[in-house]
């Protein structure tokens, strides 16, 4: 998880390759969606983005990618049996899912989560982030985002800014402001150490393979 979309899109491609780079994903095809053309392969995981009784698909599931065929996926939801043919022609409210934002994972659970925190962060966001899991939590932060870079700066400080940072209230700001903002980050290399860390601990972990959202 993260907080930003541009943060959410890094993962989100950095994940992908990992996963094509060791024959994860299968045949693959570009899918026009409503936020524009974006690759969907064989053993993706997306997201519904947008209600659709016909379909089954709720705002926010997700599904596994089992197969792809002139714009058709069949696709099996997350944690059930239950499978749909979504044809993208008329159903285009997709995103890959491997990451999301905070906003978007609101009300998800799965079994471990990775939370890449910047300073957007507050107790709301960081309450959030910090309880989608079952069994546990990995929080990543890039130094330089919280006084780093600072002539005097010192591990003691930089930890303390980054606890002041997800422990502080923000009361006046409207809900619409937790939402997800476009502003850009710093934590791009952050970000590939968290699928790092979520690839190396998903292969030491005996039986069948752990997605990074379930």
């Known amino acids: ?84 043919h979504v044809d993208t022609k008329f159903y285009k409210h997709l995103d890959h899912g491997h990451a999301a934002t905070v906003h978007k994972a609101h009300g998800t659970t799965v079994d471990r989560s990775y939370v890449l925190a910047t300073t957007h962060f507050d107790r709301y966001t960081a309450y959030v982030a910090r309880s989608r899991h079952r069994d546990n939590a990995t929080v990543f932060y890039a130094r330089d985002d919280f006084g780093g870079r600072a002539v005097n700066a010192t591990d003691e400080t930089v930890c303390q800014r980054f606890n002041d940072t997800l422990s502080r209230a923000r009361p006046k700001e409207l809900a619409h402001d937790y939402l997800e903002r476009e502003t850009g980050s710093d934590a791009t290399l952050v970000s590939r150490l968290v699928v790092s860390q979520w690839e190396k601990e998903r292969k030491a972990e005996p039986g069948p393979e752990d997605e990074l959202e379930r």
């Open 1 to 84: 998880m993260a907080f930003t979309r541009d943060d959410v899109k890094a993962l989100n491609k950095d994940i992908r390759t990992l996963h094509d780079q060791t024959g994860q994903l299968g045949k693959s095809q570009t899918i026009a969606t409503e936020s524009g053309k974006k690759p969907f392969a064989v053993n993706d995981r997306i997201r519904f983005l947008r209600n659709e009784r016909d379909l089954g698909a709720k705002n926010g599931s997700l599904v596994i990618v089992e197969g792809i065929e002139s714009g058709v996926l069949p696709v099996k939801l997350d944690d059930t049996d239950t499978r749909v």
